[in-house]
């Protein structure tokens, strides 16, 4: 089957109004809003690294996708439109089928148009997305802004992707098929918090990224990381290691003073917040438990391990 057949057949829908020329043409024209800034983002995901071969099409549709939006949502953005590269070892019209009603869906519950990409065959499935979306000038949360005395927050639960994917089949394994991109938490924190990740390669990781970037230090509360009940069943240290090296989780770690927190907390949130730890003057991470300092190393996922 022909490249333009299969774009045809399975990717070109209509456009939101704002996309001027989409599918279809070299590139895609997308006339952007007044006095916004364009926030780009890109993910790679390929078979048998980033999801198990067996992984259900719309399951990878859906995921390639949300992972691209929950980088747009740690920037505080609010998600536009995506581009597509897709390597195929063969033409499966059954798991296209499944593949662009995964992507299809997520793109429908984010506002989010397909506008463009390319398709050719290869000897491993690879997908390739690019993330565009909008924010106000001057408004992007970055990694770079943590300020001593901030409380660290992340979003939803923590660990529950990486559980899922050592219990395939467990209920949990939805979390790693099907992340939620945190969108709407993201744009409400705008002008609220300091710096801000996505959980993609475990908390502790990701964590050290915003330390890196503000030059400050945290303490980590390991009693009040947000955990499922599956999770707490473990051994403390199992349960840890799923926490903060797992990633894959997909919810946005942020640091915020206690005062914007407080007004964070009048809003109507569609995810609960927990507060796992505070910014500390003295660089590096440290972890406590129940009030006593716990020596833990812990690493995150490796991209070339």
């Known amino acids: 089957m022909a490249e333009f057949s299969i774009i045809e057949r399975y990717f070109k829908r209509t456009s939101n109004a704002d996309v001027s020329l989409g599918i279809g043409d070299d590139s895609a024209i997308v006339t ?8 780009i983002c890109a993910d790679t ?9 067996d992984t259900a ?3 990878i549709g859906w995921k390639s996708v949300a992972v691209n939006l929950s980088d747009l949502a ?5 998600p536009h439109s995506i581009l597509l590269a897709l ?8 798991w296209l089928a499944g593949f662009s009603q995964g992507l299809f869906d997520c793109c429908d519950q984010f506002g989010v148009s397909l506008i463009g990409g390319d398709t050719t065959q290869s000897s491993q499935l690879t997908i390739s997305v690019t993330a565009l979306g909008w924010i106000e000038q001057g408004q992007a949360i970055t990694r770079a802004g943590a300020q001593v005395g901030d409380y660290i927050c992340v979003s939803g639960q923590v660990g529950d992707a990486a559980f899922g994917l050592q219990h395939l089949g467990h209920a949990l394994q939805q979390r ?3 992340p939620t991109p945190r969108c709407q938490l993201g744009q409400q924190l705008k002008g609220l918090a300091s710096s801000m990740i996505d959980v993609s390669d475990g908390l502790a990781q990701d964590l050290g990224h915003i330390l890196k970037a503000s030059n400050v230090g ?28 797992g990633g894959d989780d997909y919810e946005l770690c942020f640091t915020i003073s206690p005062q914007n927190f407080k007004e964070l907390s009048r809003q109507q949130l569609d995810v609960p917040i927990t507060i ?13 438990y129940m009030g006593e300092t716990c020596p833990l190393h812990v690493h995150g996922y490796q991209h070339f391990a």
């Open 218 to 245: 945290a303490k980590l509360q390991l009693d009040q990381l947000p955990l499922d009940p599956s999770l707490k069943q473990l051994d403390l240290q199992q349960a840890w290691h799923y926490a903060l090296a």
């Open 57 to 59: 099409p719309h399951a």
């Open 45 to 53: 995901l390929v078979a048998g690294r980033h999801f198990p071969l």
């Open 74 to 78: 740690a920037m505080g953005a609010k």
């Open 176 to 178: 790693l098929d099907y």
């Open 276 to 288: 796992i730890g505070e910014i500390t003057q003295q660089t590096g991470l440290l972890f406590e």
């Open 32 to 39: 952007p809003p007044p006095s916004q800034q364009l926030v």
């Open 87 to 94: 390597s195929l070892p063969t033409v499966d019209h059954d």
